[in-house]
Every structure is written in C-alpha cells, then in structure tokens.
C-alpha cells in the first residue's frame, strides 16, 4: 500500500512544535530547538538511509518544498545517491561560472616564465586589463560570444588598432586557456569577432629613426651625464633600450656585454643569453659611466632604479628632434646594408633578432661573435664622426 503524501498543510507549518513531521513522499518538516525550521527529503539507496537538506522554512515554501522533493527522488529511482548527484551538478555549475577576470588574471600566472622579466612590466596584462575587463571582466567566461567581444573592442578598433589587436589575442590566449581548464567556451569566439568588426583601416607607423649620416653629428654633440652616456652606449651597440638601461656591471667582462637571455626580446629560450661586442669607443663610454654605477647599474635615474626610456626620449624632445632613441636601431641596420657587404644573419644576429628556422637553428650553434666585433668596430669608427664611403669587411665578417 503506497504511502500516503501531502500530510502537511501550509497553514499548520508556523504553529508546529518542535520535532520532525513528515508530509509524505520522503519530504519532512523540522522544527529545531531554535524555532528555526527547514525540510529535508529521507531516502534509501544501496541499502543505507540519508538525508538530503532542501533549504529553510518559510524561505522554501511547502509548495517548493514538494517539488524539490520530487526531483530528486526522481534521480534516486535512476540509480544515483541524490546529495552526489547535486554536488556534482553544483561543481559543473561553479565550472561554467568562473568570471572572465580571474581565468585572465590564472592565464597571465601560467605564462609568466615565458616573458620578460616574468611580466612585471604589465605590457602582456594591459590591453586586458584597459580595454576588456572593465566590460567582460565580471561575466562568467562561457557566456561571452563574438558580439560581446565585437561590441567590447570596436571603440578601438580602427583608432588604437595595435592596442586592439593585442587586446584581442590576449583575449584568444584566455579561452584556450579556459578550455583547458575544462570551462564550456566558444573557442572561435574571437576569430568570429574579427569577422564581425572588418579589418582594421590603420596603419602601423614606423618609429622615426635618424638617418646614418646624421648619427656622427648627434654622436659628437652628446656629453657624460647618464642619459646622454646610455644614448651612446645604445647607438654604439644597436640594443634595445631596456637591457641596456639595465645594465649591470656582472654582466660586463673586457670587451664582451652578456645580456641576460630573459631580458632579450622575442627569445622564447630564456637561459640563451645574448652577447654584445663592444668596440673600443664603447668600452670608453662605460668606463665614463662607471663614474656614475649605483647598486652595480650603470646608468641609474636620478632618485631610484635606473634611467627611463622616457628620459632619453625627452632628451632628444627637449633638441626638437622627432627621432626617438629606438630608431638608432634602424639608423645602424640602414647603415649595414647601404655601406657594407654584411652577410644577412650577421646582421640580424647583431640587433639581436633570431634567424634561421628551428632546425637550423639547432645545427647553426655560433652567434658570429667575431664577425659582429668587426662590424660594430666599424659603426663606432661611423658614430664617431669617420663619414666613410663602401666598408669592405674582411671574408669573415660576410
């Protein structure tokens, strides 16, 4: 004979005492000590009895109640134990709720090691940062579509389009990475949103560089305070300027600068340190800027850490010039192909790009030392104001 349900009537629920009052069905009524209430469903599965919260009286009504009930003696008559199956309905749940900003904030951890100086700097997390999570941030990952990330990013998307292309491939790294996590996630979320917003009508503009005719007279022009001695010493090595304006005196030995393989741009491989020969005029200048070495940097700034490339910028600003102190780098590679038979991967070695692809790169295991010794030797003999016509290198600088 079935048992009978729908014992209870919501009108007799506030006045119950205290104890246990079952409506039927598996679903009771508890009145504590406290005078507090709450339901609870009583079930049996693989021969033991549990039971099963299902919220507080008056917060969940009698009505409610009995419906709750009935879910999930539903899934107790598949088989499967009720409070597991709810727990791993809520953990499935939680999964798909993770907000964007902290599956960005665990993707930026994860990738760390492979930038620069562990991504202090900011310039991976930025464009997140600024032009995504102030509208995403908050919105659980699996929800966010093209439309959210068209809408998101179009502001931008002609008017700062490199920012907005970082942004978006920072985005794309997410959603892989909260795929990985085993987040529910449109994966082709941010190629449909560049279909959406049209290709970007900007152009990228190139960093003003002065010409290497002029690099002599700019040379000679400049003095021995630490901004105008990191000035020659970058012109005089063709480096970028964060290693340079980083440099230590460990990293010095005679004639041989070794930069630190995490402080190289583009290098993936961190523990491949890069080394910089330094022609005579350069060993000079550090020599000028050791004078100046605070807590073994050799070019500090003037209260704290080390002179800015916002610094050097100002100062050649402040001389009205539009060059800015990055473009010495094209200055130089200008200079090597319309003045010398440099041989291609000498060059590129010398501003420190990677040449070759992986498999010769596995075979080829010289940085042309020597060969770019001879030929900053010569960029330093130019600099320093010998205007020169055809430079033939020697065989082994080819």
Excluded at 273 to 279: E, G, M, T
Aim: glycine share 8%; with cysteine.
């Amino acid at each position: 004979m079935a048992r009978p349900k729908h014992k209870l009537t919501a009108a007799e629920l506030k006045a119950k005492p205290e104890g246990k009052f079952s409506d039927g069905g598996g679903l009771w009524f508890h009145r504590r000590k406290d005078g507090g209430a709450q339901w609870f469903l009583r079930y049996t599965i693989f021969s033991r009895r549990h039971e099963m919260g299902l919220g507080p009286f008056p917060d969940v009504s009698l009505k409610e109640a009995r419906l709750e009930a009935e879910r999930w003696q539903a899934v107790v008559r598949e088989g499967k134990d009720a409070i597991k199956e709810r727990e791993r309905q809520r953990r499935e749940a939680e999964q798909n709720l993770h907000i964007l900003r902290d599956v960005a904030l665990d993707a930026f951890e994860s990738r760390k090691a492979e930038l620069k100086g562990d991504g202090k700097a900011g310039r991976w997390f930025t464009p997140l940062e600024l032009h995504v999570l102030p509208k995403l941030g908050k919105m659980p990952v699996s929800q966010i579509d093209q439309r959210d990330i068209r809408d998101t990013l179009s502001p931008i998307w002609h008017s700062k389009a490199d920012t907005a292309r970082k942004a978006m491939n920072r985005l794309s790294i997410v959603m892989r990475h909260a795929a990985a996590l085993g987040l529910d996630v449109d994966l082709q979320a941010t190629d449909k949103a560049k279909a959406l917003l049209g290709k970007q009508r900007h152009k990228a503009k190139n960093i003003p560089a002065l010409h290497w005719k002029d690099v002599p007279d700019f040379y000679q022009s400049l003095g021995e305070t630490v901004t105008e001695l990191a000035l020659r010493l970058l012109i005089l090595t063709a480096v970028r300027s964060a290693p340079l304006r980083f440099c230590h005196v460990d990293q010095l030995d005679g004639d041989v600068w070794t930069i630190p393989g995490e402080a190289m741009k583009g290098r993936r491989d961190a523990t491949n340190d890069f080394r910089v020969p330094l022609s005579g005029e350069a060993q000079r200048v550090v020599e000028l800027a050791l004078r100046h070495e605070r807590n073994g940097y050799l070019f500090p700034s003037v209260r704290k850490g080390v002179v800015s490339d916002a610094t050097m910028s100002r100062y050649m600003e402040r001389r009205q010039m539009p060059e800015r102190p990055h473009g010495f780098r094209s200055s130089f590679r200008d200079w090597v192909a319309e003045t010398t038979n440099t041989n291609h991967d000498v060059a590129e070695t010398a501003l420190g790009h990677v040449t070759g692809g992986a498999v010769e790169r596995t075979y080829r295991r010289t940085d042309f030392l020597e060969q770019r010794r001879a030929l900053m030797e010569r960029w330093a003999t130019h600099s320093i104001g010998s205007h020169g016509e055809m430079v033939r290198l020697v065989d082994g600088a080819r």
